[in-house]
């Protein structure tokens, strides 16, 4: 079992700034990759950033330039920086991580139980 603590969600006005924190505990042997996901009401899941274990990144056409994803192998943890923040960012976001063995194919999925953050004025 793996558990994900969230942190850093919470109200921010347009323009302004928030880190949010993920956490990984538990039984793994190593982390591969790390993601953010979030979610509007009423809205699909979509992926905001990706971290793969070598530190490569993915972003989201919607948060390019505005968002920075980043890990800490020691801390077994991924942050996600966010800047000039925008209402339509307001969502659930969950932290999602990738476990596993690495001469192992099948990796393991396991995700935080989100956290809010509210963009308005």
């Known amino acids: 079992q793996v558990h994900l603590e969230e942190s850093g969600g919470g109200s921010v006005q347009p323009g302004g700034s928030a880190t949010l924190s993920c956490v990984a505990s538990?039984?793994?042997?190593?982390?591969?990759?790390m993601k953010w996901h979030r979610q509007a009401p009423g809205e699909q899941r979509e992926l905001v950033a990706s971290i793969g274990s070598s530190g490569y990144t993915t972003y989201g056409d919607f948060v390019k330039g505005r968002f920075t994803i980043s890990r800490d192998d020691a801390a077994n943890a991924v942050h996600l920086q966010m800047d000039n923040l925008k209402p339509e960012d307001t969502a659930v976001y969950y932290c999602n991580i990738f476990t596993g063995i690495p001469t192992m194919e099948k990796k393991n999925s396991w995700w935080g139980q989100g956290t809010q953050v509210t963009v308005s004025s």
């Open positions: 538990g039984d793994f042997y190593r982390i591969f990759a």
